[in-house]
């Protein structure tokens, strides 16, 4: 037994500290308007790339996405022993119809927004257990199938109110290996799902940080780690109202996040000049920002310690329908570049 | 590194072996009258368990059989370090909100019909890793909330065709531990996804069945086994018109099915008393016919070397309308009896 690969109660340390080897990133024209545009792979000016629905658009956006990525790492897809992935569509149809000719044996994933992290983990995980040398992490979202889906058709013409986020229009995937050059995923915090009775599907940004704020508070207790060991704390995608949240949360624990932290919906968009209102959102905010622009970074060493945790919220349409609070959850992944 | 785990193209064996310590089961009025009805912990008769709608009654469900399988395998939510889990609802909300107030790290799956066996699996792997003393692995599905969500309301009262299935009404969970008495799991067969062009929803067992056979035969390849190394193997939830097509697959490959070679769509519906047309059908077809009846098998020792292959198919209603056909993804669990 691995007792040391586990420390307090929610956080395992890899023993091979599985490698990022590359990454694939498609993005829309949204997204190839603002800050870190320059660090994607693929821009699909028309955001459908070729398809005639919103749907099969995200499911080529995934596509190439992973391709990308394949050829990113210089790990093909029949190297990569297992492929973990999902999206926020009903039944997931963004990954696993993209993904279904690549001919990986895949493992489907719900963790909505959250899912970036989620993958990865599972990722380093099947990595250090032993049962690949090679792993996948994909997701994707799309702004229109999203609003169709989650909200209303693009075509109503609804008002959003100015919590409401803008969901990213794109896919990242990551390659993980068991040995080479690059950031690695040093350990991970898998969060519990945390319900505080929000019922507003344009906030969802208040109801996923206090599992964001669960998450990362649970990572430095069980680490015994502060924010000052990160070079950069990064949440998924709570956006400008989360983001608050959760630096007024931990900071009641004593804990000051008013140096390093950031979230990927503010980085993602320029919120002010591109109208985003509260920020970006969706598997491809935290998916983009993470596999697009900090994965970079962290080549470059302009960071070397990096926190990034996912967020999603696990509602649906129709949960929302009947009444029923929005549960959030939050996975934290720490990459690290080995000095 | 260690390669020993690994089998051929898809197969892990886990140098742990993790204990299935007991399972929880909560079944349906429908399912209460099948010829497996005494193996189930709790039967609900008014499929509602005191909830105002389908899918509330469907996360019940999930909530009571993750209850059952703590009480049954002595292991307290406390004590459980994963819980992996999903069902087939939009955002697969059935198992979130049953789950939420359990506090456990949570891993959200999507697999369709194919859950308990992916859950079993992903909850073995991080057991045999050295992440967890114990697991947990939950799934759901509920005819009414399937019906109205994938097909018709049933307040529309549509013909279902001869090949169409019976979604199983219930929850299933399995509390698995790295020590202690009980079945085993000895390998896992993650499958990829396998389309064959099967484009209607009232014929899932087609759909599912080549990829039960795609995994099956790469099972028995990876392992260098044949049907007769096991006492029983059970696909998911293929009903009467995939198990045929099952057999003849891996006939064609040499292999012969005849013998001991079931369906679970089979298992839990008398199908002719029963008016299920093709058998049943959902993610706890599998669940209730695995955690009810085939782990009491094997504690009984009545089976001693089962192959548990659950298959899922991965469309959405939506992706249907737009022409899409239906992907199908199968993962097999060989679980074992120590001698």
Redesign the interface.
């Known amino acids: 037994?691995?007792?040391s690969?586990?420390r307090g109660k929610?956080t395992?340390f890899f023993e091979k500290q599985p490698v990022i080897l590359g990454t694939g990133t498609v993005a829309g024209k949204k997204e190839s308007e603002g800050p870190i545009a320059s660090y994607f792979d693929v821009i699909a000016k028309d955001n459908v790339l070729g398809q005639n629905?919103w749907?099969?658009a995200e499911s080529e956006f995934a596509k190439r996405a992973g391709q990308e990525a394949f050829k990113n790492s210089g790990i093909s897809a029949e190297q990569i022993?297992?492929l973990f992935g999902?999206d926020?569509?009903?039944?997931?149809?963004g990954t696993?119809?993209g993904?279904?000719d690549f001919?990986?044996?895949?493992?489907?994933?719900?963790?909505?927004c959250s899912t970036m992290a989620?993958s990865l983990s599972?990722a380093a995980?099947?990595i250090?257990?032993?049962?690949?040398?090679y792993c996948a992490a994909v997701t994707s979202s799309h702004f229109c199938s999203a609003e169709k889906q989650f909200r209303f058709p693009l075509e109503y013409g609804g008002q959003r109110p100015p919590s409401a986020q803008w969901t990213v229009t794109g896919s990242a995937c990551a390659v993980l290996g068991?040995s080479g050059e690059g950031p690695r995923v040093e350990c991970i915090t898998?969060?519990?799902?945390v319900?505080m009775g929000i019922t507003d599907a344009n906030n969802m940004g208040a109801a996923m940080a206090p599992a964001a704020g669960d998450t990362i508070l649970t990572h430095f207790k069980d680490t015994n780690r502060d924010p000052s060991y990160y070079d950069l704390i990064v949440t998924g995608d709570l956006g400008f109202v989360g983001h608050s949240v959760v630096i007024d949360f931990l900071s009641e624990s004593g804990y000051d996040m008013t140096n390093n932290y950031n979230d990927c919906g503010l980085i993602i968009f320029d919120r002010k000049k591109q109208d985003t209102h509260a920020g970006g959102s969706g598997c491809a905010c935290a998916g983009l920002t993470f596999c697009g622009y900090l994965y970079k970074q962290l080549l470059e060493r302009k960071i070397n310690k990096l926190l990034f945790v996912a967020t999603g919220a696990?509602?649906?349409?129709?949960?929302v329908q009947?009444g029923?609070t929005m549960?959030g959850?939050a996975h934290a992944v720490s990459i690290i570049n080995p000095s």
């Not at 898998?190 to 799902?193: A, E, L, Q, R, S």
């Open positions: 037994m691995s007792q690969k586990r929610q395992i629905t749907e099969k022993k297992y999902g926020l569509l009903n039944q997931c149809t696993s119809y993904i279904r001919g990986i044996p895949f493992i489907g994933l719900y963790g909505a989620l599972m995980s099947f250090d257990g032993g049962y690949a040398d068991e898998t969060g519990k799902i319900d696990l509602q649906s349409t129709l949960s009947q029923e549960p959850i």
